[in-house]
């Protein structure tokens, strides 16, 4: 597996203990609706949450955050859609980004809970 690989599985791993540590419940991990895929489905007080990690081994191209561009936004507006349509429970998702940078063993970690939402994408 080639390293960029292995650390994005790594931040992956890091990011839902981080995430658990908070108080949310992990619902799904890696899911895919055709060729859209949420890193992670979490719950927390009744509350949907679709999350996007991005995680880099040094900040010196830019943060993780900056990586998350308007194309990337829309397709995870769309595959919220289908995971919402395929839900009796839930009516609307909250986007979120857990920013990992490598730091030794660990992570250096920003968590934007309120990220983007769709009028924000569509405009």
């Known amino acids: 597996m080639a390293a960029h690989n292995e650390l994005g599985k790594r931040g ?6 981080y995430l658990t540590d908070k108080g949310y419940k992990i619902l799904e991990t890696n899911w895919r609706s055709g060729h859209w895929e949420i890193d992670i489905i979490a719950e927390k007080h ?8 991005k995680t ?6 830019g943060y993780p955050e900056e990586f998350i561009n308007k194309r990337k936004m829309e397709n995870l507006l769309k595959a ?13 998702a909250r986007f979120e980004v857990i920013a990992l940078t490598q730091n030794g063993d660990t992570f250096d970690v920003e968590h934007f ?7 924000s994408v569509n405009r």
């Open 12 to 17: 992956e791993a890091f990011a839902k203990q």
């Open 46 to 53: 009744d509350l949907l949450s679709v999350i996007e990690v």
């Open 56 to 61: 880099r081994a040094t900040n010196d191209f």
């Open 80 to 92: 919220a859609e289908v995971y919402l349509e395929q839900s009796d429970k839930w009516q609307g």
């Open 113 to 119: 809970e309120d990220a983007f939402d769709a009028g």
